[in-house]
T-cell receptor, first 113, second 113 residues
Framework: EDKVVQSPLSLVVHEGDTVTLNCSYEVTNFRSLLWYKQEKKAPTFLFMLTSSGIEKKSGRLSSILDKKELFSILNITATQTGDSAIYLCAVDAGGTSYGKLTFGQGTILTVHP | DAGVIQSPRHEVTEMGQEVTLRCKPISGHNSLFWYRQTMMRGLELLIYFNNNVPIDDSGMPEDRFSAKMPNASFSTLKIQPSEPRDSAVYFC???????????FGDGTRLSIL
């Protein structure tokens, strides 16, 4: 069974801190890994990673994938209160499950002013 | 551009009643996904369609759940009869093609009394 595990489950920081969120996975095949941010409603797409070692970056957020060690990290620098959310990691296991995402349980990030 | 549109936003009904959730995917997207999110189990895929055809319904909990996609711009998820354990937030998501990032609607918060 495909499995995605995120850590930590929750994190409390102050504005300006840098955080690193972790996602490890065990899947039969691997096609891609995706990061989403969920505030009050819909998860919103952040990054999709398919290749090892290539960093994806958007403003203060960045992510990298290690396919050998089966994990990804999401970094947020100079955190702001608006970064408070649940961050979800998901894996597309490819093969006969192509397109089917398995989600981790999420990391709840709280940023205090 | 309009995102994924779900209705209703909230639904409260008594057990045993039929519930129908609706979804309009992003125009031009060929793949549509139904998810359920609970505190205990996180975000789980129920069923997904590609070009209006169901591809994988292995996540549908039992025969009380059914989903249809009669055309490219509309899908329904039906629960009949509903039970209190079906209470959750149900999300619909769409992607341009299978394997590309999925974009989520705001969800339907379902409460079965």
């Amino acid at each position: 069974e495909d499995k995605v595990v995120q850590s930590p489950l929750s994190l409390v920081v102050h504005e300006g801190d840098t955080v690193t969120l972790n996602c490890s996975y065990e899947v039969t095949n691997f096609r891609s890994l995706l990061w989403y941010k969920q505030e009050k409603k819909a998860p919103t797409f952040l990054f999709m990673l398919t290749s090892s070692g290539i960093e994806k970056k958007s403003g203060r957020l960045s992510s990298i994938l290690d396919k050998k060690e089966l994990f990804s990290i999401l970094n947020i620098t100079a955190t702001q209160t608006g970064d408070s959310a649940i961050y979800l990691c998901a894996v597309d296991a490819g093969g006969t499950s192509y397109g089917k995402l398995t989600f981790g349980q999420g990391t709840i990030l709280t940023v205090h002013p | 551009d309009a995102g994924v549109i779900q209705s209703p936003r909230h639904e409260v009904t008594e057990m045993g009643q039929e519930v129908t959730l609706r979804c309009k995917p992003i125009s031009g997207h060929n793949s549509l996904f139904w998810y359920r999110q609970t505190m205990m189990r996180g975000l789980e895929l129920l069923i997904y369609f590609n070009n209006n055809v169901p591809i994988d319904d292995s996540g549908m909990p039992e025969d009380r759940f059914s989903a249809k996609m009669p055309n490219a711009s509309f899908s329904t998820l039906k629960i009949q009869p509903s039970e209190p354990r079906d209470s959750a937030v149900y999300f619909c998501a769409s992607s341009r093609q299978i394997g590309q990032p999925q974009h989520f609607g705001d969800g339907t918060r379902l409460s079965i009394l």
